[in-house]
T-cell receptor, first 116, second 114 residues
Framework: GAVVSQHPSRVICKSGTSVKIECRSL??????MFWYRQFPKQSLMLMAT?????????EQGVEKDKFLINHASLTLSTLTVTSAHPEDSSFYIC????????????FGQGTRLTVV | AQSVTQPDIHITVSEGASLELRCNYS??????LFWYVQSPGQGLQLLLK??????LVQGIKGFEAEFKRSQSSFNLRKPSVHWSDAAEYFC????????????FGDGTTLTVKP
C-alpha cells in the first residue's frame, strides 16, 4: 500500500514552454500533498504544500505564478512549471499524506526536468 | 522552525565494516524522524522512521537508528556495509502540527570500498 506515482519520470522541454507534472496517490486519498525540488548533489527543498480544494501554500522565495499547483481531487496534484527556463531544470519530487490520519507522507519517484 | 544537520558530507567505509551516519535535529517538541536513501537519479526510499515509543528503531536492509532526545540526535547505523549501500542518505524531521511536511538535511554521500 501507500503508493505515490509521479508522471512523467523525465521530461525535456524548450525554454519558454510550460510543463505539467502529475502526482497521484494510487491506493489512498490525500488531502495534502507536498512538492519538493532537488538540485544536483543537494538536498530536497520544500516548494509548496498542496491542499485539496484550496490554494496551495508556497514556501518563502518560491514564485507561485511560475510554479502553479492544482490539487483538484483527493488523489491528484499537479505542478505546472510555466515559461520554463534552463535554471528551472531540476529534480521535482512529490509526497502525499494519507487523509485517514497518517503521520508521514509517501514519496513519488520524482521527475527529472531538463529545459533546453 | 525545524532543522536538520548532517555533519558528514561524505563518508567512505570498507565493505563489511560498520557504519554510522550522524543526524542532529532542532525542533521544539517531540519530532517525527526519518532516514531515506537515494541512488543517483532515483527517488527516495524510506529506511526507517521514529514517531514514538522504543528509541531504537529497526529498518530495512539491516539499518537501525537510535533516537536520543538529550542529544537531539537520530544516528543511522549498520553493522556490516555492502557495496550496494553506496548512495546518498538523508535524515529528515517532521512536525506533529503539520504531519507529512518534512525538512531534510543536506545529505551524506556514502562510498563503499571493496
Amino acid at each position: 500500500g501507500a503508493v505515490v506515482s509521479q508522471h512523467p519520470s523525465r521530461v525535456i522541454c524548450k525554454s519558454g514552454t510550460s510543463v505539467k507534472i502529475e502526482c497521484r496517490s494510487l491506493d489512498f486519498q490525500a488531502t495534502t500533498m507536498f512538492w519538493y525540488r532537488q538540485f544536483p548533489k543537494q538536498s530536497l527543498m520544500l516548494m509548496a504544500t498542496s491542499n485539496e480544494g484550496s490554494k496551495a501554500t508556497y514556501e518563502q522565495g518560491v514564485e507561485k505564478d511560475k510554479f502553479l499547483i492544482n490539487h483538484a481531487s483527493l488523489t491528484l496534484s499537479t505542478l505546472t512549471v510555466t515559461s520554463a527556463h534552463p535554471e528551472d531544470s531540476s529534480f521535482y519530487i512529490c509526497s502525499a499524506r494519507d487523509q485517514s490520519g497518517g503521520r508521514e507522507a509517501f514519496f513519488g519517484q520524482g521527475t527529472r526536468l531538463t529545459v533546453v | 522552525a525545524q532543522s536538520v544537520t548532517q555533519p558528514d558530507i561524505h563518508i567512505t567505509v570498507s565493505e563489511g565494516a560498520s557504519l554510522e551516519l550522524r543526524c542532529n535535529y532542532s525542533y521544539g517538541a517531540t519530532p517525527y524522524l526519518f532516514w531515506y536513501v537515494q541512488s543517483p537519479g532515483q527517488g527516495l526510499q524510506l529506511l526507517l522512521k521514529y514517531f514514538s515509543g522504543d528509541t531504537l528503531v529497526q529498518g530495512i536492509k539491516g539499518f537501525e537508528a537510535e533516537f536520543k532526545r538529550s542529544q537531539s540526535s537520530f544516528n543511522l547505523r549498520k553493522p556490516s556495509v555492502h557495496w550496494s549501500d553506496a548512495a546518498e542518505y538523508f535524515c529528515a524531521v517532521g512536525a506533529w502540527t503539520n504531519a507529512g511536511k518534512s525538512t531534510f538535511g543536506d545529505g551524506t554521500t556514502l562510498t563503499v570500498k571493496p
